[in-house]
């Protein structure tokens, strides 16, 4: 069960990976394969982009409920 403010919408990768105890790498690699989630492009000072993934509410909802835990 993962406990989220309601008006939260939209959250990233750390914080999934925190929420669901799956870590950002098998998080990348499964959203990756089922096409949950999105990459936002953020512009950094030194002019370079930097891939986030971010993640609804019932991409999390799916994550939680068809992935396990991580035990490494």
């Known amino acids: ?36 989630g999105f990459i936002a492009r953020a512009a950094e000072a030194a002019s370079m982009t930097a891939d986030q993934w971010l993640f609804t509410l019932s991409d999390l909802m799916v994550l939680v409920t068809l992935f396990p835990k991580c035990t490494h």
Do not use: P, W, Y
Request: hydrophobic share 40%.
């Open 1 to 36: 069960m993962v406990t989220v403010k309601s008006s939260q919408k939209i959250f990233t990768d750390s914080e999934v990976a925190t929420l669901t105890g799956i870590c950002v790498d098998h998080l990348h690699n499964f959203a990756k394969s089922r096409h949950l």
